[in-house]
């Protein structure tokens, strides 16, 4: 009885251990089979891949001949050598496609188990593409020649008058500022981009700090610096302009080609000159002082015989989306003072 039960148990154990090696040997080779088919949709992502690419080359080409950046002898001799790299390179890529497919086929698991394709199998992560590979890249037309963006500018601001020079001035230096924050469009004035002009809507913020405890007081017509009674600690004359800016600018433009298409590249030196015109708003003084030990804020809204119609010259030099930027007032601040005085002002100014 005792050998009947071994007998049957060395019989259990053989028919339990080929029924498994069986099972390997299908799952491993169906595994095989799932990285062939897999294989196999590579080489069509492959050619569908390198195609796109040379559509998106010889657009760019086409982009370069229309701006005059290529003569057509050039372009043809391009478009060429573009057809033959994507040509090789998809060669290339499904001769080794294939070379991995006959490895696979050919060192498959047998029944026997005495092949493994582990070490066989590469998984070509050099011929892998990112899903933005596959996306058209957009170069039907030449860019826009129009663009619009923000301009903002700050600096300090002062008055030239009329027989004084600045070191003279009654107003601080360091006190009196300016801002300007506007929206422009940018429109080319030749293909290359190298002249265009720029116009657009800007509000001007002009501040002149009266000093030697001084402040603005007006006297039928006439506008002029009185001191205060009292101490001030700060006395400032603000005149918001809504203007209309305009300069031609010069400066070299790239034809650049990325993924979402052609475009311009202005990273490059850029010089402006123009000028603007508008009307003031609102002219407003600001007083600080201390009365009693209490800190005091008046804000008095007059018109102080400031210009209504505002217009002057501006000029910038810079690179990129930076550039010093100087502007002065053609008009007088006072429009019926005795002596002119015209509002000047330096500083950065930035487009984006």
């Given at each position: ?177 300016f801002f300007e924050l506007g929206y422009e469009f940018e429109t080319n004035l030749i293909s290359s981009g190298f002249a265009r002009i ?5 509000f001007q913020f002009n501040g002149l700090k009266a000093d030697d405890n001084q402040y603005f007081v007006t006297d039928g017509d006439q ?130």
């Amino acid at each position: 009885m005792k050998s009947i039960i071994i007998s049957l148990s060395i019989l259990l154990s053989l028919f339990i251990t080929q029924n498994m090696q069986a099972q390997i040997t299908i799952q491993v080779n169906s595994g095989i089979d799932l990285k062939i088919e897999s294989l196999q949709k590579q080489k069509d992502k492959v050619q569908r891949v390198e195609k796109q690419k040379l559509k998106a080359e010889v657009e760019a080409i086409k982009m370069r001949l229309k701006a005059n950046e290529i003569s057509e002898q050039e372009a043809e001799t391009l478009k060429k050598a573009a057809a033959e790299k994507r040509a090789m390179n998809i060669e290339n890529q499904l001769d080794i496609i294939d070379a991995n497919i006959a490895l696979l086929e050919r060192n498959a698991i047998t029944e026997d188990g005495e092949e493994t394709v582990d070490v066989y199998y590469r998984k070509l992560d050099y011929l892998k593409y990112k899903e933005e590979d596959e996306k058209e890249e957009n170069y039907d037309s030449i860019p826009k020649s129009t663009t619009s963006g923000i301009t903002v500018a700050f600096g300090l601001n002062n008055a030239i008058i009329d027989g004084q020079s600045l070191d003279d001035s009654p107003y601080k230096i360091g006190g009196s500022r300016f801002f300007e924050l506007g929206y422009e469009f940018e429109t080319n004035l030749i293909s290359s981009g190298f002249a265009r002009i720029r116009y657009g809507l800007s509000f001007q913020f002009n501040g002149l700090k009266a000093d030697d405890n001084q402040y603005f007081v007006t006297d039928g017509d006439q506008t002029y610096l009185e001191e205060y009674p009292i101490n001030l600690d700060k006395a400032k004359l603000r005149m918001d302009n809504l203007v209309i800016p305009l300069h031609f600018e010069f400066g070299p433009k790239t034809l650049t080609y990325g993924k979402k298409g052609a475009y311009y590249d202005t990273s490059n030196f850029k010089l402006g000159l123009g000028g603007y015109a508008g009307v003031n708003l609102n002219t407003i003084q600001k007083l600080k002082y201390e009365e009693n030990g209490n800190n005091r804020k008046t804000k008095l809204s007059q018109n102080y015989n400031t210009s209504n119609f505002i217009y002057g010259l501006s000029a910038y030099i810079g690179y990129d989306n930076w550039a010093l930027y100087a502007k002065y007032d053609l008009n007088p601040i006072f429009k019926d003072n005795a002596v002119d005085q015209n509002n000047v002002s330096v500083g950065l100014r930035l487009s984006y």
